[in-house]
């Protein structure tokens, strides 16, 4: 006598079709939305490195006005870093902390040039804005570039330190 095989699918081979082409739509539909992310890296870096640029110069911008000292934040454009140093009574420059050492531009992000209130711009070389313990900063004028040619440029204001960023390239 034969017995019943509830719950056993023992003649289905595979999917149907519905199954398969609700699959494919899912799969086509998380692309949709990713793709966007992924095409947009490049820019991440460009907006990354100006963040950590304006947050650095406002860190030393403080610090200067607590500990009454000059800080100096140097810029190498050749490698696209920059460091912060103190100068010292003695007339020495010195690392202040994690933020004097020497910080990368994220990615492909280089220093397309850089401009300082009554020096004029540089496009190569080492660059130095001074921040003064008075509450005062040389107005610096940063333009970021990455390797699609996106512009970033950053304006710091010389009595808050703020920075302004602004997209494509501009001359203040």
């Known amino acids: ?35 966007p992310l ?4 490049g820019q991440n870096d ?5 963040r950590r640029l304006a947050g650095t110069v406002k860190y030393l911008f403080n610090e ?21 140093r103190r100068l010292e009574e003695d007339g020495t420059l010195t690392e202040p902390n994690r933020f004097g050492q ?4 994220k990615g492909h992000v280089v220093f397309k040039d850089i401009t300082i209130a009554g020096q004029g711009s540089v496009s190569s070389g080492e660059v130095t804005t001074r921040i003064f ?20 440029t950053l304006r710091i204001l010389p009595f808050t330190a703020e920075t302004e960023v602004h997209e494509g390239y501009r001359e203040f």
């Not at 500990?67 to 100096?72: L, T």
């Open 1 to 35: 006598m034969p017995t019943s095989r509830a719950g056993i699918w023992s003649n289905r081979a595979g999917f149907t079709l519905i199954e398969l082409s609700i699959v494919i739509f899912l799969i086509a539909l998380f692309a949709v939305m990713t793709f």
């Open 38 to 41: 992924m095409t947009g890296i």
């Open 46 to 50: 460009l907006d990354a490195s100006a």
């Open 64 to 84: 200067s006005a607590l500990d009454g000292r000059e800080y100096r934040l140097i810029f190498d454009l050749k490698d696209a870093t920059y460091s912060a």
């Open 102 to 105: 020497k910080h990368a531009l």
């Open 133 to 152: 313990p008075v509450g005062w900063l040389e107005e610096t004028v940063i333009h970021l570039e990455d390797d699609r040619g996106k512009i970033l």
